[in-house]
């Protein structure tokens, strides 16, 4: 899976709406760079906002519900995640949303809403449980083995490294493509 760019809007302390765009030269370039800033300047809301618009919920936070959104920035009354991304089956699009009633900071939480959609537009899955079900299989990657894999925030790479060998061959081989070589060398022996 290769991330194209995330937009977001009103999640943790970045209220109003963000944009990342990963194709960028200046991301594309190098190939590899580092969010950095001080405690609290929204490091990690940018990836919660790749988890939210990908699966629907994030590591920290685990689900979001119609009773309890942790994730909504203060005195707002609506937010969203999306993402593009592709795999070596097209592009993608998908979208998360919550609001409150009347889209007012005091209104009641509505439920939250999760679609993923081709590059064409149309819609292929919605709701959070199909959407994240369709992920895993043009990813290979569920929730968990994304936040493992891709992630790594906060703590999670002392957890990726006391993961057993089998278990971060798996994940390296992913990220990295070399799955290929290991079913090569089986053939072979």
């Excluded at 929204?42 to 618009?53: F, M, N, R, S």
């Excluded at 994030?58 to 119609?66: A, E, F, G, H, I």
């Excluded at 089956?89 to 009347?102: D, K, L, N, V």
Aim: glycine share 10%; proline share 3%.
């Amino acid at each position: 899976m290769r991330i194209l760019g995330i937009r977001f809007k009103n999640l943790n302390s970045l209220t109003g709406e963000w944009q990342v765009d990963f194709t960028h030269p200046d991301y594309a370039s190098d190939g590899i760079f580092a969010i950095t800033g001080p405690t609290g300047s929204g490091k990690t809301t940018i990836l919660d906002a790749v988890c939210l618009g990908l699966y629907g919920r994030t590591p920290r936070l685990d689900k979001v519900t119609k009773g309890s959104n942790e994730i909504m920035s203060r005195q707002t009354g609506e937010c969203f995640a999306e993402v593009d991304f592709e795999t070596q089956q097209g592009r993608y699009r998908c979208h998360w949303s919550q609001h409150r009633a009347r889209r007012r900071h005091d209104g009641e939480l509505q439920p939250a809403r999760h679609e993923i959609a081709a590059a064409s537009g149309a819609v292929l899955e919605s709701g959070i449980t199909p959407v994240g079900e369709f992920i895993a299989k043009v990813t290979g990657m569920d929730f968990e083995r994304f936040t493992r894999s891709m992630l790594l925030a906060q703590g999670g790479f002392a957890v990726f490294l006391q993961a057993g060998s089998e278990d971060r061959s798996q994940i390296l081989e992913q990220i990295t493509g070399t799955e290929i070589y290991i079913r090569i060398s089986m053939k072979v022996h």
